[in-house]
């Protein structure tokens, strides 16, 4: 803090004697109103800091880009897996097909040469045959019971 007030008391004071120097007409040298330079091992050390954190953000950043280079190879690698694996499902799925359609033909080749008639035919003509025989039960009760009251009483 006491060094950059002293150093604002020094720029202030050289801007004055500059402008006394130029309004009297005196030559007054040019090392006398500019700062003095840094060290030159200061200057040094700081170079080498700033070299440190640049040789670290290139080290950081050569890291970020193999993993992204890794990073796309594996998801390359995983959409070529992903292609075969739709592929495979696809070529399964047609292969499925084609035995369904194929055990469906030799489910029917079979009923026609053991002469099994058809399934849904035969079910709708035994709940036909069903109804048929329960109205004719119920006929019959109905009759037995209107031959019962009347014949004995």
């Known amino acids: 803090m006491a060094d950059k007030l002293l150093g604002g008391y020094i720029e202030v004071f050289a801007v004055v004697m500059r402008a006394a120097a130029e309004v ?49 190879v ?6 070529a897996e992903l292609a075969a694996t739709i592929a495979s499902k696809d070529d399964a799925e047609r292969k499925l097909q084609s035995i369904q359609a194929l055990i469906t033909q030799d489910v029917e080749a079979f009923q026609t040469l053991a002469g099994v008639p058809n399934v849904a035919k035969e079910r709708l003509l035994g709940f036909a045959s069903g109804v048929v025989a329960s109205i004719i039960a119920s006929g019959v009760m109905a009759l037995t019971v209107w031959a019962w009251k009347h014949f004995a009483s």
Do not use: N, Y
């Not at 030159?40 to 193999?66: F, N, Y």
């Not at 594996?74 to 959409?79: K, P, Q, W």
């Open 24 to 72: 009297l007409g005196f030559a007054v040298p040019r090392l006398l109103w500019e700062p003095p330079p840094a060290s030159i091992d200061r200057r040094l050390a700081k170079l080498e800091v700033a070299k440190a954190a640049l040789m670290e953000s290139l080290t950081a950043v050569e890291e970020l880009q193999r993993q992204a280079e890794e990073g796309k």
């Open 74 to 79: 594996e998801h390359e690698r995983v959409r």
